[in-house]
């Protein structure tokens, strides 16, 4: 099996994050605006590939905004190793 190379594993962490993440919101959307009508696979697939389109270049994009944010609001460990 052909395994990419660790410097991309920001890159594939995003990919999977926006895969799952836009699946399920989409899905979630697509459910409580329309109910479950007999056509809802479809109207969520069409969905999410919208989605999907959006979710990754916007978590590839603003990864290091949050990354700079979490580190704004989480304290430093204490040098004891005590809370």
């Known amino acids: 099996m ?9 890159y594939v962490f995003s990919f999977f994050m926006s895969l799952l993440m836009s699946g399920v919101m989409s899905f979630c959307i697509t459910a409580l605006n329309l109910g479950w009508v007999t056509d809802l696979l479809f109207l969520w697939l069409k969905a999410w590939s919208a989605a999907f389109v959006i979710a990754f270049p916007t978590i590839v994009l603003v990864t290091p ?3 700079k944010l979490v580190t704004l609001v989480i304290s430093a460990p204490k040098q004891n190793g005590l809370v």
């Open 65 to 67: 905004l949050v990354r």
């Open 2 to 10: 052909m395994m990419i190379p660790s410097r991309y594993s920001p």
